[in-house]
Each structure stands twice: as C-alpha cells, then as structure tokens.
T-cell receptor, first 113, second 116 residues
Framework: GESVGLHLPTLSVQEGDNSIINCAYSNSASDYFIWYKQESGKGPQFIIDIRSNMDKRQGQRVTVLLNKTVKHLSLQIAATQPGDSAVYFCAESITGANSKLTFGKGITLSVRP | DTGVSQNPRHKITKRGQNVTFRCDPISEHNRLYWYRQTLGQGPEFLTYFQNEAQLEKSRLLSDRFSAERPKGSFSTLEIQRTEQGDSAMYLC??????????????FGQGTRLTVV
C-alpha cells in the first residue's frame, strides 16, 4: 500500500531504546505546538502538545521539549516499541486566531525488533 | 466511535468529474478544518470553519474547490472538474476553539482521492 513516509528522512532505532525526533518550526509568532503520529493510510493522531510558555512537557512514555530561541521542537519516546513505527510530524499554530496548523517535514521512525 | 468521521475513505474518479467528501467532526467541536496531504508531505491547510462560518481559505483552494458547513455540524468539500493533480488524501480535523484545556485538533482518517 501507499507509504506516508515516502521520501521522508528515517530514524531507525532498536526496540527498547529511546528515540529522539527533532523538528524546526518556522514562525517565531507560533505559541502552540503539537506532535502527531501518522500510520500508513490513516489520519494524524495526536500525541502531545506544548504551549510556548513551557519548555518541557511529559506524557506517558513521551516528552516534548521546546526551544524558542532556536525555534526547535523535539519528541522523546522512551522504551520505543514496534507499535511506535510511523511517520511523526510536528505542527505549529498561533492561538487566538484560527489556530490552523502548519506542519513540519515528517520523519519516519522505524523500530527494529 | 466519537472521533472525526470522514466518508468515503477512498474515491476513484475520472478526470473532469465532480466529487464531494463529507466530514462529521467531534460533537460540540465548533472549529472544523480541511487539509490536503500528498505522498511524502505533511498536511497542508485548505480552509477553516468556526461554526457555520468559513473564516479562511488557503491559496491552495482554487475556484474548483468549495466547502460548506451549513448547520455548523458536518462539512462537505466539493471538487469540480477534477484534475490529476487533485489526487491526494483529504483530511478533516476539528477542535474546541477557545478552549484552554483542550485546544488540540483531532483528525479523521481521511478520504483518499485518486483521479484517473
């Protein structure tokens, strides 16, 4: 079937290792950021979000880090599992307006068993 | 299933035909978005509704595209005189606008359009 991750950079990790996925966002006015996971043939699935007044937020097995100085966002996945294999996108928006999302370039995460 | 629902999941059409997609957002979500995604790319914003009002349209949305949300609930996206370049995944998302607690947008599974 089709691959969402066609032509995207790939991060390959061993099952059980930690994964770090990085993203550079474009608009310094953006104040809300989301990481999405997308499996082939499916829509993006919300993972975790962070507002610009924070620099770190933790969820279950995931942590998002925000560095506004260099407009950089990262997603850390602890103890990566085969089910984590997917394409990951960061998205930015400006709240108070229409909050439309601008997506970054996706990264394919491949988990080796 | 209380998520965003899109129909159909797949649509194959001949060039020049008209197609219409439907999106049912999460109930009580007042904001609804349409995005387009081509292979290997992230979703690109097309248009946005707050309740029944269409408040923004991207330059990507040519005059062959029209979207409606007549009662502020479900939305339709119509493409007239389809072209092969319209082949893409069309994604719908909804969110609870102005919510500090849950501002995130939730996506449907998308409608995969293939124009032959």
């Amino acid at each position: 079937g089709e691959s969402v991750g066609l032509h995207l950079p790939t991060l390959s990790v061993q099952e059980g290792d930690n994964s770090i996925i990085n993203c550079a966002y474009s608009n310094s006015a953006s104040d809300y950021f989301i990481w999405y996971k997308q499996e082939s043939g499916k829509g993006p699935q919300f993972i975790i979000d962070i507002r610009s007044n924070m620099d770190k937020r933790q969820g279950q097995r995931v942590t998002v880090l925000l560095n506004k100085t260099v407009k950089h966002l990262s997603l850390q996945i602890a103890a990566t599992q085969p089910g984590d294999s997917a394409v990951y996108f960061c998205a930015e928006s400006i709240t108070g307006a229409n909050s439309k999302l601008t997506f970054g370039k996706g990264i394919t995460l491949s988990v080796r068993p | 299933d209380t998520g965003v629902s899109q129909n159909p999941r797949h649509k194959i059409t001949k060039r020049g035909q008209n197609v219409t997609f439907r999106c049912d957002p999460i109930s009580e979500h007042n904001r609804l978005y349409w995005y387009r995604q081509t292979l290997g790319q992230g979703p690109e914003f097309l248009t946005y509704f707050q309740n029944e009002a269409q408040l923004e349209k991207s330059r990507l949305l040519s005059d062959r595209f029209s979207a409606e949300r007549p009662k502020g609930s479900f939305s339709t996206l119509e493409i007239q005189r389809t072209e092969q370049g319209d082949s893409a995944m069309y994604l719908c998302a909804s969110s609870l606008g102005r919510s500090v607690v849950s501002p995130e947008a939730f996506f449907g599974q998308g409608t995969r359009l293939t124009v032959v």
